[in-house]
């Protein structure tokens, strides 16, 4: 059994992260800026989850953290998440993702936790050259949000160098499932369609991207937490396929018949018709690294996925 500190545990993947860590056995501190009711489920069902709210932008809180658990492991996902988020508050993404990141790193110098697993991005890559792009594709970022991410394995690399620490970031692209807070795709037509509403996506049709589904997220998490001896410190997680909006559309009418769901032909972009942000060639991951290093098989495609959202 092993104490495990994860940072973000009452977001999307943090939550469920904290579930299956607490459902193994593990010892979990589930840090994070408030308690969700997702968070406060699991801390109800689990006596070996401890919730700490504090800010991990506040050096000192994170230093007390520490100091009283004594992670062996940092699983780290809090973070000011998307391209549309970072955009409008550039500030705010830059002191929580790399700020709070750097704490991170300082308390796991001071106090011996050698170890973390960062949840990082796609993002990271900035505009895909290929259909398919493995882990050393060139990495060129062009919003906060992709630079904020690509700057945290930066520094997790100069601590590598500098101090011994194994920082190791999971390349994670469009991660969706039933409790996905915000309002994107795949979950926007799959929503629509069992809420028997017309949606229309007025952005790419044509726009081709991998997408995750949480549980394979959370598989690779805990390989990754898991993993003795990395032989690499990235590793892309998706499905290997991309797939269109057009053919999201189509599935999600397929999995529920009668619905009404469209796709305008314009360029995609992030966001909705009120505010919305350029959206660099996406394309699907190469996960031939992390199949072949950590064992990952991931058990949803696209269609497998939206088919967990029916009742």
């Not at 860590?21 to 010892?27: E, K, V």
């Not at 994070?32 to 504090?54: C, E, F, T």
């Not at 658990?69 to 809090?78: E, G, R, Y």
Request: glycine share 8%; hydrophobic share 45%.
């Amino acid at each position: 059994m092993a104490h495990i500190l994860v940072t973000g545990a009452s977001g999307f993947v943090g939550a469920a992260v904290v579930a299956a860590l607490a459902a193994r056995g593990d010892q979990v501190t589930a840090f994070d800026v408030a308690l969700s009711p997702a968070l406060q489920k699991i801390a109800a069902q689990h006596d070996n989850v401890r919730p700490v709210i504090g800010e991990v932008t506040e050096c000192p809180t994170v230093m007390a953290l520490f100091q009283a658990d004594l992670p062996d492991c940092v699983f780290h996902a809090a973070a000011i998440v998307g391209v549309v988020a970072s955009v409008r508050t550039p500030l705010r993404t830059f002191a929580v993702n790399v700020q709070g990141s750097i704490n991170l790193f300082e308390a796991m110098r001071l106090f011996g936790t050698t170890r973390m697993v960062h949840m990082s991005s796609e993002e990271t890559y900035g505009p895909f050259e290929s259909p398919v792009i493995n882990e050393d594709h060139p990495q060129n970022p062009i919003h906060p949000y992709g630079v904020s991410k690509l700057s945290v394995e930066h520094l997790g690399r100069g601590y590598r160098e500098q101090y011994g620490l194994e920082v190791i970031h999971l390349r994670a692209i469009w991660v969706y499932g039933p409790d996905l807070p915000r309002a994107r795709v795949p979950n926007t037509f799959i929503n629509a369609a069992m809420a028997g509403e017309a949606f229309h996506q007025p952005f790419g049709a044509d726009f081709v991207c991998d997408h995750t589904y949480i549980d394979d997220v959370v598989d690779l998490a805990l390989l990754a937490i898991d993993k003795e001896n990395h032989a690499y410190d990235a590793y892309n997680v998706g499905t290997g396929q991309g797939v269109s909006l057009r053919q999201i559309a189509e599935i999600a009418a397929d999995l529920v018949p009668g619905a009404q769901l469209s796709v305008g032909n314009e360029p995609f972009r992030h966001g909705d018709a009120s505010f919305n942000v350029e959206c660099v060639q996406k394309g699907a991951l190469d996960i031939s690294r992390a199949r072949d290093a950590l064992g990952y098989d991931p058990k949803y495609d696209i269609r497998k996925g939206l088919a967990t959202f029916l009742p």
